[in-house]
Nanobody, 127 residues
Framework: QVQLVDSGGGLVQAGGSLRLSCAAS??????????MAWFRQAPGKEREFVAA????????HYADSVKGRFTISRDNAKNTIYLQMKTLKPEDTAVYYC??????????????????WGQGTQVTVSS
């Protein structure tokens, strides 16, 4: 079993920055090559893919809406992934969730493809 704990959300003005963190734990987390991702869900909308990173961090993938503004990274020694968000816009307002899946994250942009989820952290961008 894997547990994920999201943190780092908050209220920020448009154009500002935030860094989200996701700490992973569990007896199996170090045993398998987990791909990791961030999703977000705004009120009344479906959960949408934001970014993904492979186990080795050699592969990353971003939604078009965040490309060039967000950066996903991971530190396997700390079992932690990050989402650095810059030039934030009001439309980035959502609850952000980290997610994990065993295996590749190449083309894995559906929430259904991920097995473990964090509890979510609220990001609010004011205009």
């Amino acid at each position: 079993q894997v547990q994920l704990v999201d943190s780092g959300g908050g209220l920020v003005q448009a154009g500002g920055s935030l860094r989200l963190s996701c700490a992973a734990s569990g007896r199996t987390f170090s045993s398998y090559p987990y791909g990791m991702a961030w999703f977000r869900q705004a009120p009344g909308k479906e959960r949408e893919f934001v970014a993904a990173v492979s186990w080795t961090a050699g592969y990353t993938h971003y939604a078009d809406s965040v490309k060039g503004r967000f950066t996903i990274s991971r530190d396997n020694a700390k079992n932690t992934i990050y989402l650095q968000m810059k030039t934030l816009k009001p439309e980035d307002t959502a609850v952000y969730y980290c997610a994990a899946r065993v295996g590749s994250v190449v083309a894995a942009v559906s929430a259904l493809e991920y097995h473990y989820w964090g509890q979510g952290t609220q990001v609010t961008v004011s205009s």
